[in-house]
Structure formats: C-alpha cells, structure tokens
C-alpha cells in the first residue's frame, strides 16, 4: 500500500502539470469572453441601449415583424422560449421548490 502511494505521490507533480498544461489556454479564452460579454453596461453604452429599444418599439408599432421570415420567427421563438425555461429553473433554484415558496 505504502509502494502504491509514494508511486502515486512521485507522478502527482507530473499529472498536476499536464493538467494545467492542458487547460490555461482554455481557460485564458474562457476569461477573455467572460470580461467582455459579463461586464455591465458603462455609461457610455445607455444612448445606444435607449435606441435599440426605441427601435424596437417602432418596429413594433410599424409592423415589421410582420415582414419576419420563418426561420428567423422560429429562432426568436426558441431564444424567447430558453430564456423563460431559465429564468423559471432560476427560480426553482431560488426558492428550493418546484411547487411553492416555504411561508
């Protein structure tokens, strides 16, 4: 047993080695998306947050989404679908329960 671990122990540094060999470049790519697509909103991004929503609202009282193709309706059906099923297994999470809040 004791000639099983000191084995285990001397390919331990040489394991940890090829471990982190094989994941700093994906963890670099990993932390250079999450910096960008994580960060809030500066205040500088507000004016064109206010006009995409401006447009959307005009787009919406013009009737353009009446000019959607169906393949881009389907695609919006399913983006607005996985953010529902998200936000309502967050919420599960949330409060511990798939049924109801402990009052």
């Known amino acids: 047993m004791a000639k099983a671990l000191s084995g285990l122990a001397a390919k331990a540094p040489g ?3 090829g471990v982190v060999d094989y ?3 994906k963890l670099n790519t990993f932390w250079h998306y999450a910096r960008v697509e994580l960060a809030p909103p500066t205040p500088a ?3 064109k947050i ?3 929503l401006q447009s959307l609202v005009k787009s919406a009282k ?3 989404w009446q000019q959607v193709t169906v ?3 389907w695609l919006n059906t ?3 679908a996985e953010i529902a099923f998200w936000f309502f297994v967050g919420e599960c999470i949330g409060k511990g329960s798939i049924v109801g809040y402990k009052v």
């Open 15 to 17: 394991m940890i080695k």
């Open 23 to 25: 994941s700093t470049p």
């Open 45 to 47: 991004d507000i004016p």
């Open 50 to 52: 206010t006009s995409g």
């Open 62 to 64: 013009t009737g353009k």
């Open 71 to 73: 393949k881009e309706a």
């Open 78 to 80: 399913l983006i607005t």
